[in-house]
């Protein structure tokens, strides 16, 4: 079964620092990572996904196998990044032989940038 | 603000009554999601079609119930046997079967509250 881990349900930090949001994830194939966010009042949405690895709003996530980790990384937090985020995983090429092709997604960090 | 729609956006429903969430999406996406969003408990899968005709249950199908009539449309009831009904519904949409590792889209949601 897959599983995705976020171990903070709140990360609270000032604008200008560095922000990581942590995500773990369990899954015996190979898995394509994503991360989705939620600003107030705003509908959840893609924020940046493992394969095409770009940078989004100053946002980078690495996809370590090794450790099954897909951390997501700012070097500098703004006070529009406060927000949900949700790290979320999607088993690629199981439906084939008969697995599951649904994402999983972690519980979701809330993250307030303080001024 | 198109894509994909959910009505209403707040819900009041009396004990005992069944009460059907609207999902429509224009994006031609073969997969539909019902999602439900409680606080530190993420997103939790309720129901899910690949296609017309068909769906699936997720991981808290218990009380609740789907139709996938049309590509464009995914209704969602909560009947009265769901235990705990209050919360926040989320619909998404995506490419589909073919493309499972695809990006999901998300409604606007709606609040389910029952008094």
């Known amino acids: 079964a897959q599983r995705v881990t976020q171990p903070e349900k709140l990360l609270s930090v000032f604008k200008g620092a560095p922000v990581e949001l942590k995500c773990n994830y369990s899954?015996?194939?190979?898995?394509?990572l994503f991360w989705y966010v939620q600003y107030s009042r705003q509908r959840l949405q893609l924020l940046l996904r493992?394969?095409s690895r770009e940078s989004i709003k100053g946002f980078t996530a690495d996809l370590n196998k090794g450790e099954t980790s897909f951390h997501l990384k700012k070097p500098f937090a703004q006070e529009e990044d406060s927000a949900m985020y949700y790290c979320a995983l999607h088993p690629a090429g199981d439906y084939a032989s008969g697995g599951s092709y649904i994402p999983t997604f972690g519980r979701g960090t809330s993250l307030i940038v303080h001024p | 603000d198109g894509g994909i729609t959910q009505s209403p956006k707040y819900l009041f429903r009396k004990e005992g009554q069944n009460v059907t969430l609207s999902c429509e999406q224009n994006?031609?996406?073969?997969?539909m999601y019902w999602y439900r969003q409680d606080p530190g408990q993420g997103l939790r899968l309720i129901y899910y079609?690949?296609?017309?005709?068909?769906?699936q249950k997720g991981d808290i199908a218990e009380g609740y119930s789907v139709s996938r009539e049309k590509k464009e449309s995914f209704p969602l009831t909560v009947t009265s046997a769901q235990k705990n009904p209050t919360a926040f519904y989320l619909c998404?949409?995506?490419?589909?079967?073919?493309?499972?590792?695809?990006?999901?889209?998300f409604g606007p949601g709606t609040r389910l509250t029952v008094l």
């Open positions: 994006l031609n996406h073969d997969a």
């Open positions: 998404a949409s995506s490419k589909g079967l073919a493309e499972s590792t695809d990006t999901q889209y």
């Open positions: 899954y015996s194939g190979s898995p394509e």
């Open positions: 079609s690949q296609i017309v005709n068909d769906f």
């Open positions: 493992h394969i």
